[in-house]
């Protein structure tokens, strides 16, 4: 629980305040001057006896009893400065903006932790340190501008660094965008982004909470706390928009495996937020731009109208749309589109784009949006696209369009793209309330995002049936590494997970007896493996198509004589199409379940995708359709397709298997062949660390 001394103290102290506002400790002060915070101020500075209106202190062992502090002061300075003020003057909240910490060496490291022990002995609560500080509708206890305008509806933005958070939050104001908090975190030493989310999830109300939620972070501390408030908050019927940088491949990861290589970071975090419901963003303006969306009433279909005076603009519009999965239906033949038109000057269309003209009124703008309100069933979202080449005044349009948005119940989204030409009637449109969208393309991109991020997986999920005694039985046995067939086949077996019957042979009498068992012939052709290199069709390791006793006992001597080999795998051969299940443990994630298509198309196309578990089946056939392959996967050209619901069956008993046994560290069903009558796993790797 964040103490309420942060939240909302009575009485705050400045140490290191200065007169001089181009310092931390003299722009901290003013910025908390000239906010709503009414309770009572002091200053610390052993060289002032005032400053800027407030007594000075020479030191916190002079103060009366304080709730707050925020600390400007160096970093030597810092510890002594909270033993005081935690233990003698009964301070709960902190803010500490100096720098030299944990983030430059073990000194700094050592210090902080003090300073962590001391807040938490007192039950108190810690922004930073190494922060541009807090702020909230009560108070703004940070040293950097712009000062947003607060709102208890506005965004809480939480962010791991201060000077993005300036960025960030100056782009999203000069669009109109309200913010209720900022929480610059810091070096996270106490309070980090996931115990804000925390608070934000256990303290909200449906009548007073902001219902929007900004993240920057570049690391997860604790991904699966992450994912447990980022879902509640978004089932209460919030939404979260964040960026996740320094997303590279995970070095360090032995990439043994295709799933090691496919592994990284970067996926994870996809992963997670896919799961939380939370919209992914890679840059400032995407993010703030997805917050505004936000702010507007829910999209509840993909069909939108393009209202534009400017052709160009929405032909952007439009291509980004469809490209990103929207739909821009035609609306030239529609009943209601004849007499729209008539009450638009000639030349006009309204095909959708629905294009009125350089020199349309507000007047037709109105019949316009009245006609997709009440008429074109169809559309179920619009965009307005309304600049200026500077020869007349917009105020009319955008108090119209203002009016318009107050009173339609389908969202109308407004671009504003003249932000020199009209800037006095664009800044009087935010001063409404309103959020400008001054670029098409990022709108389109974000409306996209925002529309094809699913709603968040539940908690509690049933998966497959499988046999956890069986498998258990089977992992407790085995030592660390990779599995022998035997073993793995048992685990398979014990998941229900379909695949081919074969045998390991070391000597050729065993080879051609197994041959001869199942019938070797151009009708029942066999496949003959190496068992013991690691990527077998690397080493001429794999032979297809054996359909005699004479081919199985030359095919046996050569593959025995390849490096490493110890054995031969011998099975009939499958048909259908190369699929791929596979599955990694990371230490903060948990375990991510690939899939897509398989065979060497996993190399070359990397075509897959990833979550994390638990994953139902019906979740797994939703994602594969965002394949760039899954056309495949239906069949093309006399192609047989896949069986995409047992594809989905295996893919959740995978995700069932790794739950059941957690040590299992990689795994590698690759390929599984897939037609319409089975997906059977043909090649199989499974490493376990206990």
């Known amino acids: 629980m964040i103490a309420k001394e942060l939240l909302n103290p009575k009485s705050i102290v400045i140490c290191g305040a200065s007169s001089d506002i181009h310092k931390p400790g003299g722009k901290s002060l003013k910025n908390l001057l000239e906010s709503p915070f009414k309770g009572q101020i002091y200053a610390v500075n052993p060289k002032e006896t005032e400053v800027q209106g407030v007594k000075c202190y020479a030191k916190v062992d002079d103060l009366p009893q304080v709730d707050c502090a925020l600390l400007c002061i160096a970093a030597k300075f810092c ?48 922004i930073g340190p190494n922060c541009t500080g807090f702020l909230n509708v009560n108070y703004a206890g940070c040293f950097d501008t712009p000062i947003p305008k607060l709102d208890p509806k506005g965004v809480d933005f939480i962010t791991g660094s201060g000077a993005t958070a300036v960025f960030i939050k100056e782009y999203g104001m000069s669009n109109g965008l309200k913010f209720n908090s900022v929480w610059a975190v810091g070096n996270s030493a106490q309070l980090g982004i996931e115990d804000v989310l925390e608070h934000l999830d256990e303290t909200f109300d449906p009548e007073k909470s902001s219902r929007v939620i900004m993240l920057y972070m570049e690391k997860i501390g604790d ?113 209601a589109s004849a007499a729209l038109l008539e009450k638009l000057f000639g030349g006009s269309s309204v095909g959708n784009p629905i294009d009125f003209l350089a020199t349309g009124t507000a007047e037709q703008l109105g019949y316009i949006i009245d006609t997709v309100e009440n008429e074109y069933d169809e559309i179920d979202f619009s965009v307005v696209i309304f600049g200026s080449p500077g020869l007349f005044s917009n105020k009319e349009v955008y108090d119209l369009l203002d009016e318009k948005m107050k009173t339609c119940k389908k969202p109308i989204f407004p671009v504003l793209p003249s932000i020199i030409n ?14 400008n969208f001054p670029e098409e393309c990022v709108l389109g991109n974000a409306i996209c995002k925002v529309y094809n991020t699913p709603k968040p997986q539940p908690e509690h999920v049933e998966l497959p049936k499988i046999d956890v005694a069986r498998i258990r039985k089977t992992i407790d046995r085995c030592k660390d590494g990779y599995l022998e067939i035997a073993d793995y086949n ?24 197994f041959a001869k068992e199942v019938g070797c012939s151009k009708d029942v052709p066999l496949v003959m493996k190496v068992v013991g290199p690691l990527h077998k069709s690397d080493v001429g390791g794999v032979t297809l198509n054996v359909k005699d006793l004479d081919t199985v006992s030359k095919e046996f001597d050569r593959l025995m004589a390849i490096k ?42 990397k075509d897959v995708q ?13 994602m594969l359709k ?7 996967l239906q069949g093309v050209r006399g192609q047989e397709g896949v069986n995409l619901d047992l594809y989905a069956d295996q893919i959740a008993r995978v995700s069932a298997l790794v739950q059941a046994a957690p040590e299992i560290a990689e795994m590698d069903l690759n390929p599984l062949l897939g037609n319409p009558r089975y997906v059977t796993a043909v090649d199989a790797r499974i490493r376990i660390e206990k």
Do not use: W
């Open 422 to 435: 009209v800037k006095d009637e664009i800044e009087d449109f935010i001063a409404k309330g309103r959020i």
């Open 223 to 335: 991904p699966m706390r992450l994912l447990k408030h980022s879902r509640s908050l978004i089932n209460k019927g919030c939404h979260i928009a964040a960026i996740k940088s320094g997303g590279s491949a995970a070095g360090s990861r032995a990439a043994s495996s295709h799933t090691g290589a496919l592994a990284t970071n970067d996926a994870a975090v996809d992963a997670l937020f896919r799961k939380a419901g939370i919209v992914r963003c890679h840059n400032r303006q995407e993010l703030t731009t997805v917050c505004g969306v936000f702010m507007h009433p829910e999209i509840k279909g993909k069909r939108c109208a393009v209202i534009t005076h400017a052709g160009g603009p929405a032909v952007m519009l439009t291509d980004v749309l469809s490209n990103g999965g929207m739909e821009v239906p035609p609306l030239k033949d529609h009943p």
């Open 490 to 513: 048992e685990l398979l077996d014990a998941a229900g997970i379909s695949r081919k019957k074969s045998v390991e042979v070391s000597k050729k009498e065993d080879a051609l007896a």
């Open 610 to 622: 990833s979550a994390l578990a638990p994953i139902t089946a019906d979740e797994a056939k939703e």
């Open 564 to 605: 490493d080999t110890y054995a031969v795998e011998m099975y009939p051969m499958l048909d259908g199409t190369d699929v791929y299940i596979g599955a990694i443990k990371d230490p903060k994630f948990g375990h991510q379940i690939f899939f897509g298509l398989g065979g060497i198309f996993i190399e070359v196309l």
């Open 79 to 126: 510890a002594q400065t909270v033993d005081v003020l935690a233990k003698e003057k009964g301070c709960k909240g902190f803010i500490i903006i100096s720098a030299g910490f944990s983030e430059e060496n073990a000194e700094g490291a050592a210090i902080e932790k003090h300073i962590v022990d001391t807040i938490n002995s007192v039950g108190g609560s810690l």
């Open 626 to 632: 965002q394949l760039k392959g899954y056309k495949i």
